[in-house]
Nanobody, 124 residues
Framework: QLQLVESGGGSVQAGGSLRLSCVYS????????MAWFRQAAGSEREGVAA???????TYADSVKGRFTISKDNAKNTLYLQMNALKSEDAGLYYC??????????????????WGKGTLVTISS
């Protein structure tokens, strides 16, 4: 079992930056891949970025070059640094986790655990 708690959401102007955090607890000794998803109003949830136990990463095309996923194993904390934010980046951001590697880590059906989300709003 894993518990995931996100923080860091808020309102930011377009072009600005924001860093999300997710503290995870529970069985963190197994091979775990952590990920960020988001869901805009009226849209389906989509995978944004993922990082595996070896710190290999994968990103959705829409955020490549702007977002960076990272983690601090000593603090059991996952981060998402978001730069050059656009209006389409707004939404509820979820921390997620799956056992194993990056395969299917950006798809809902690949995820085993979810946080409750943190809201990101973008103002023009």
């Amino acid at each position: 079992q894993l518990q995931l708690v996100e923080s860091g959401g808020g309102s930011v102007q377009a072009g600005g930056s924001l860093r999300l955090s997710c503290v995870y607890s529970g069985n963190t000794y197994s091979r775990i891949t952590m990920a960020w998803f988001r869901q805009a109003a009226g849209s389906e949830r989509e995978g944004v970025a993922a990082i595996d136990s070896g710190s290999e990463t994968t990103y959705a095309d829409s955020v490549k070059g702007r977002f960076t996923i990272s983690k601090d194993n000593a603090k059991n904390t996952l981060y998402l640094q978001m730069n050059a934010l656009k209006s389409e980046d707004a939404g509820l951001y979820y921390c997620a986790a799956k056992w194993g590697g990056l395969q299917n880590a950006l798809h809902d059906y690949g995820i085993d655990y979810w946080g409750k989300g943190t809201l990101v709003t973008i103002s023009s």
